[in-house]
């Protein structure tokens, strides 16, 4: 979940953390590397595309702020479920006796964080389920403020680690730019995950920020209904992705599915494991090389070289997708946001070659947010010009324009597709875009695979 706030509804949100070591995927044999399978849960958060748009514009605003360091933790971690984005969900549980926990999938932010609750007894008012209880578990245990995984957090401020205290846990608090905060433990679980074939599956420690504080729209209220927390799967030390990564070949991918398909089909998180060799028939991943932003380490950024619409290659100047030396610009993939935000540059020229292009007249009444939508009524199959991405690496996206065309009324599509018109910005490749696709993230050999085919396999 990156940057993207009008994604957030449909933000894929998708995928993303995952787990550890003494794990074998149900699925994994003898001559084949160990996996886990995750089912990722869908929530559908907002009724429109145009109140989707508007907690993507929250979120992208957030990652901006968060990305140039405006009193934020050097990692940025902003998660498409806590800006309304995230529609999938991990199922996972903490501690012994286990508590079944559903986290946001997020490959925006880094830290893995869930609701917490210090009660005992009753807990009338944290009821089983609405909170991670830690004194109901016998296996809890914070970091020590001297352990080094501690220094791997940023800390409340004033918060100093004592020589003399046996017993002194590693506080940690996140801010985000508008002012929302989880703060807690950094702790230490055991950890078990329900795998696609219905086993679970165990994990002897994971390291987790336990909140007993939690406060602000990013993180609280409509848009987190149903999240106990985030399993961020970026690239820094603490994601879930990270922390499995010597157990599982330091990879993971996913495939989202489409959610407005009934009944609507199963999208999956796997942690470790060969996608090429799930991949449908003879068709293998395509591959294009990560980009390196030390300003952000946790995102996913990728090169784009240019882009076509209907195979006519669009005069955009390639500086407008580079990194420069402030660590503004690049591109980023987020399974957090929904909608596709690019650069305004590009964006505009790509608008203007859709309107050349597309036959079908414009609805009466307008969408607000969209800049460019079309009344299809009547139409079974409207014809609509095809987007294709050149990645680093001479690799092609061709996503089906069901990809960036979405429903806002009936009869009447939309662009799916927002302008980031701030210099500091960059653009963001949103999980509605992504849909359909399996997409591999290999941080071991630092490229990113994606495939039309292998999401239906079971």
């Not at 730019?177 to 696609?196: I, K, M, P, Q, V």
């Not at 219905?198 to 999240?227: D, I, M, Q, Y």
């Not at 995102?299 to 005069?315: A, C, E, M, P």
């Not at 960036?404 to 599509?413: E, H, L, N, P, Q």
């Amino acid at each position: 979940m990156v940057l993207l706030s009008p994604l957030s509804p449909l933000s894929l949100l998708f995928i993303f953390s995952l787990l550890l070591l003494a794990f074998t995927d149900p699925c994994s044999t003898q001559n084949t590397t160990d996996y886990l399978k995750l089912p990722l849960l869908h929530r559908t958060l907002f009724p429109s595309p145009s109140e989707a748009l508007s907690s993507d514009a929250h979120r992208l605003s957030v990652l901006f702020s968060a990305l140039h360091g405006r009193k934020t933790p050097k990692l940025p971690l902003i998660s498409g479920a806590s800006t309304g984005s995230g529609q999938y969900f991990v199922d996972l549980s903490l501690g012994t006796p286990p508590q079944r926990l559903l986290l946001v999938a997020d490959t925006g932010s880094d830290l893995v964080w869930v609701t917490c609750s210090a009660c005992r007894g009753r807990c009338d008012n944290h009821p089983p389920g609405s909170a991670f209880l830690a004194r109901h578990s016998t296996t809890f245990s914070p970091h020590h403020c001297f352990n080094s995984p501690c220094r791997l957090v940023p800390h409340p401020k004033l918060t100093r680690c004592k020589h003399t205290r046996l017993h002194s846990p590693c506080r940690y608090e996140y801010s985000y730019a508008d002012g929302s905060t989880t703060a807690g433990f950094f702790s230490r679980e055991t950890t078990a995950f329900n795998t696609s074939s219905g086993r679970v599956v165990k994990h002897k420690t994971l390291s987790f920020g336990c909140a007993f504080s939690v406060s602000g729209p990013s993180v609280s209220g409509p848009s987190f209904n149903g999240a106990h927390g985030v399993m961020g799967l970026g690239r820094g030390p603490i994601s879930l992705a990270s922390q499995l990564g010597h157990r599982f070949g330091n990879k993971f991918s996913y495939c989202l599915m489409d959610y407005t398909l009934s009944p609507s089909p199963t999208s999956y998180l796997m942690i470790g494991g060969s996608q090429n060799a799930v991949v449908k028939g003879n068709s293998k991943l395509s591959f294009t090389p990560f980009q390196i932003n030390p300003l952000s380490p946790t995102f996913y950024y990728i090169g784009i070289q240019s882009v076509s619409i209907d195979d006519v290659k669009l005069h955009i100047n390639p500086m407008v997708w580079s990194i420069d030396e402030l660590g503004n610009g690049g591109t980023v993939v987020d399974s957090g946001t929904t909608l596709t935000f690019l650069a305004d540059p590009a964006y505009r020229r790509i608008l203007s070659a859709f309107r050349q292009r597309v036959k079908l007249p414009s609805p009466a009444d307008p969408t607000l947010g969209f800049d460019l939508c079309v009344n299809v009524s009547g139409v079974s199959r409207p014809s609509l010009p095809r987007l294709s991405f050149k990645f680093a690496g001479e690799s092609v996206f061709r996503p089906p324009p069901r990809n960036y065309f979405v429903d806002t009324a009936d009869g009447v599509k939309c662009l799916a597709i927002q302008p980031v018109s701030s210099p500091a910005g960059f653009s963001v490749i949103g999980n509605l875009m992504q849909q359909g696709y399996l997409f591999e993230f290999d941080k071991d050999r630092s490229r990113l695979g994606f495939s039309r085919h292998g999401c239906a396999v079971p």
